[in-house]
């Protein structure tokens, strides 16, 4: 039984991830400083795991929480573009400074595997589409160049240290426990709250950007097949679903899911949005064995389910 590491284990990703890795059997410590994860996304599996409550930003709290570890699976950061760009040294000392430790311990502790959370807004607004690894990186926010910072760490330790490292390019994951009442969360979850309570969703820009919209489960099944997979250490991977949707059309979908006639308000486009983004998931297909589980229409119905029970108290 290998002992996996999560950081940022009681978050929206996190959580998934860890509730899948118990469901097979596996040994799992999370660590997680409650900054935006939350300890209710655990309940169900609170006593088969091992919580500690940590920063990565402290390297010598963390480090005997490596002791024994097989694989880390690293996705603890300040995921949000809008944030960082209100806070960009916050960003940095998290997200830099913060993988910088992790990888450091990890390696000191002789872990097998790092696989590290990274981030499709590192490609910027590159026309090209879609997005393949090999394109030239153009972050155009603070949190796109930490993440994009952390690929080159991670190579840097793969090559030079004895530890290998993967990193995987997530495209705009969703689903539940995504927390609606963030400012930061992601956008679907604040259009399906604005339907189930009444109110009109908010579309910065014209509607017209597109984004491959990822259910969480088919992120779960790819980063976990990220730890096993020969041939990973040492690539940067997309995680999507090869597929993009504007929010225009996401919009209609939901009217549909909903049986709604919702008409959107619209906004002044936000600072250093990408304006279109999907994935080329061929590297994920041959170096994972990846295929999306989950198509985006069925995960915007299962969250909207979770959310009208979350909003609803049940």
């Known amino acids: ?14 959580s998934h991830i860890v509730e899948e890795l118990v469901g097979r059997g596996e040994s799992v410590r999370v660590l997680d400083n409650l900054s935006t994860g939350r300890e209710v996304n655990l309940t169900a599996i609170r006593g088969k795991i091992d919580f500690r409550q940590a920063d990565i930003r402290d390297l010598e709290s963390i480090r005997p929480l490596f002791a024994g570890v097989d694989y880390v699976i690293h996705l603890a950061a300040l995921a949000s573009v809008a944030r960082s760009m209100e806070n960009p040294v916050e960003t940095t ?27 499709a807004a590192a490609y910027g607004d590159d026309p090209a589409l879609p997005r393949v ?31 290998e490292v993967v990193a995987l390019r997530y495209f705009n994951i969703f689903g539940p426990r995504q927390d609606p009442q963030s400012p930061y969360t992601g956008v679907l979850s604040k259009f399906i709250v604005a339907y189930l309570r009444g109110t009109t969703p908010t ?21 976990l097949r990220a730890c096993l997979a020969p041939t990973a250490p040492g690539k940067v991977i997309n995680v999507g679903t090869g597929k993009s ?54 995960g915007l119905r299962h969250t909207v389910d979770w959310l009208r029970a979350a909003l609803a108290g049940v």
């Open 133 to 163: 690894e090999t394109q030239m990186p153009q972050p155009l926010s603070p949190y796109a160049l930490t993440k994009l910072a952390d690929e080159y760490y991670g190579q840097i330790f793969n090559r030079n240290f004895g530890l």
């Open 203 to 223: 579309i910065f820009g014209d509607g017209e950007q597109s984004r491959d919209f990822t259910y969480v489960a088919n992120v779960v099944d790819a980063t």
């Open 1 to 14: 039984m290998a002992l996996y590491l999560v950081t940022g284990g009681a978050g929206f990703i996190g």
């Open 93 to 119: 000392l998290v997200n830099l400074n913060g993988t910088l430790h992790v990888l450091l311990a990890a390696r000191d502790a002789h872990a097998r595997r790092v696989v590290m959370a990274a981030t």
């Open 245 to 298: 949707s504007t929010l225009n059309q996401t919009i209609t979908l939901l009217n549909t899911i909903l049986g709604a006639q919702v008409k959107p308000q619209y906004a002044p486009p936000r600072v250093a949005d990408v304006r279109h983004s999907t994935a080329d998931i061929s590297r994920a297909r041959t170096t994972l064995g990846y295929e999306p589980l989950v198509s985006f229409e069925d």
